[in-house]
């Protein structure tokens, strides 16, 4: 005798549902599952309707919260597969408490953050940013050398602040240069270390002593302005500082007073405010990069996403255990 089919539902802003999961990847759920339909709220008569038959919840960026008075209209629920990264914005404790199972995508979303980081890594110490914009600006030879000396990825020190995923995966991608990781990260034990080949220090000598420094710790109210002005001030001149985490935590009027001045460069890819002011001199100054949060999952990396909320339904189905659980405990010190 065929099981029963579970009944899927989706749950995310209007637009995401059909950015990630394409109707092949569409198709390829209903192979599995019952596809029960797409909410973007769950308050209304007709989503509690929904929600009333949903075994299975596939969330992703915009999701409502799943709290006490949505689990209530949706008593058949055993699982909440996030399409995306963190599940703090949208699950709550009691969600846990009754016992249903959390997935989350964030180890696919840590992947094209950690390309654009690495990449962007061996670009600074290459200075190719700046040596461009001098290129572009002047329109003649001029001495590269000279101008940026130092300038190139063999030796240099490269100073990880988070051994996350993503910071992991950063490490990983690093293995064929010829550059030396050293890490900061409270809870990165000395055989996880090891493992990564890499050397743990203190935040301070991080700071003092990379020639890049690339933040990947979870924003969390410890971690606010870990690197503040002091830290700042420890980077040695000619120091890049790349952030792909959150703006808020660094001193951002700190580091744009040491860029303005010349011996700092500077990757953003977040800010504080998430979008600067049109007039904010870092938009203009040579020895910054600034992106539009551009490093994590877009376009084709999408699929990404939705193959491992795929997986995971699949795994359901046929009765396994999810292979990117999320538990309550671990909340308090990621992403």
């Given amino acids: 005798m065929t099981a029963p089919r579970l009944s899927l539902t989706f749950a995310m802003a209007p637009d995401v549902q059909e950015r990630i999961f394409t109707p092949e990847r569409m198709a390829a759920f209903a192979e599995v599952v019952d596809l029960a339909g797409v909410l973007t709220e769950f308050e209304s008569d007709a989503a509690r309707q929904v929600l009333a038959e949903t075994e299975i919840l596939v969330t992703g960026w915009g999701s409502p919260p799943v709290d006490e008075v949505t689990l209530a209209a949706a008593p058949r629920l055993r699982a909440i597969l996030h399409a ?49 914009g001098r290129y572009r600006a002047e329109r003649r030879a001029f001495d590269v050398e000279q101008r940026f000396p130092g300038l190139g990825n063999f030796g240099k020190r490269i100073g990880i602040v988070g051994a996350s995923k993503i910071g992991r995966n950063v490490i990983e991608l690093l293995r064929p240069y010829a550059v030396e990781v050293v890490v900061y990260d409270p809870f990165l034990s000395v055989d996880d270390a090891s493992d990564l080949g890499v050397e743990i220090v203190g935040l301070d000598e991080l700071l003092a002593t990379s020639d890049v420094v690339s933040v990947h710790a979870p924003s969390l109210p410890e971690t606010h302005g870990m690197i503040d002005a002091r830290g700042i001030g420890l980077m040695r001149p000619g120091t890049t500082l790349v952030n792909t985490a959150r703006g808020e935590l660094i001193d951002q009027e700190a580091l744009t007073a040491r860029v303005l001045g010349g011996d700092l460069f500077a990757i953003l890819d977040v ?10 001199p870092l938009f203009d100054h040579e020895h910054v990069l600034l992106t539009p949060h551009i490093a994590g999952s877009l376009g084709v990396e999408l699929g990404r996403l939705a193959d491992v909320a795929l997986d995971e339904t699949i795994r359901l189905a046929r009765g396994l255990p999810l292979e990117y659980a999320v538990q309550a405990d671990e909340l308090s010190f990621t992403a």
Avoid: C, F
């Fill in 84 to 132: 995306a990264g963190s599940v703090k914005h949208h699950v709550t404790s009691e969600v846990w408490d009754r016992g249903i199972q959390v997935s989350s995508a964030a180890a696919a979303n840590a992947v094209p953050v950690a390309e654009y980081t690495a990449a962007m890594i061996v670009l600074a110490n290459k200075r190719v940013l700046p040596i461009a």
């Fill in 271 to 280: 800010t504080t405010p998430w979008v600067l002011d049109a007039d904010h």
